[in-house]
């Protein structure tokens, strides 16, 4: 069952579209279309912006391979 609302056209909000930056790929097409069009300070709340998209996608990067070393550490080999 579909929401009411959800396909009428109206604007996403905040939430929804922070929500759909957190995958690596949209934050990486998000970030990337910042650097390209040299601005990185988008508008409206400040986690939707550009420069915070650089942000998740670096945690995409750091935080597995933390959890990889700190698991390969803590194995019994």
Do not use: C, E, H, K
């Amino acid at each position: 069952m579909v929401p009411p609302g959800l396909f009428s056209g109206a604007a996403m909000p905040d939430w929804v579209a922070f929500l759909a930056n957190m995958p690596p790929s949209s934050a990486y097409l998000n970030s990337v279309s910042g650097v390209l069009t040299g601005s990185m300070a988008g508008s409206g709340p400040w986690y939707l912006s550009q420069w915070f998209s650089l942000v998740v996608l670096a945690i995409w990067g750091i935080v597995p391979l933390v959890v990889g070393y700190l698991r390969y550490n803590r194995a019994d080999l």
